[in-house]
């Protein structure tokens, strides 16, 4: 079992950025690909970024490419999305997920955090 606790979402203009968060506990973090997905206002939640459990490979999806960045440090058992050129398509609901395999990650399996608001005004 792991526990996901996302934060540091929150209220900023166009072109701003923010650092979001994902807290683990549980069972070894290291031990779990993680990645992040965002669920818009009245629609589907869509995936945005995946880790392997190294570190060492990373997954974009074609809409954040260049402006977001994931990364982790497992000796602190977090993981972080920053986000950078936030622009107002970017509002979302943003969730953090863990599982073993880097691909069930990005299929959207595993375990998942609560969730935290990112709002990007014009």
């Known amino acids: 079992q792991v526990q996901l606790v996302e934060s540091g979402g929150g209220l900023v203009q166009a072109g701003g950025s923010l650092r979001l968060s994902c807290v683990a506990s549980?069972?070894?973090?290291?031990?779990?690909?993680m990645g992040w997905f965002r669920q818009p206002p009245g629609k589907e939640r869509e995936f945005v970024a995946a880790?392997?459990?190294?570190?060492?490979?990373?997954d974009y999806s074609d809409s954040v490419k260049g402006r977001f960045t994931i990364s982790r440090d497992n000796a602190k058992n977090t993981g972080y999305l920053q986000m950078n050129s936030l622009q107002p398509e970017d509002t979302a609901v943003y969730y953090c997920?863990?599982?073993?395999?880097?691909?069930?990650?990005?299929?959207?399996?595993?375990?998942w955090g609560q969730g935290t608001q990112v709002t990007v005004s014009s």
């Open positions: 880790i392997t459990w190294s570190g060492e490979f990373t």
């Open positions: 549980g069972r070894a973090f290291r031990n779990y690909a």
């Open positions: 997920n863990a599982d073993y395999s880097h691909r069930a990650v990005v299929a959207g399996s595993g375990y």
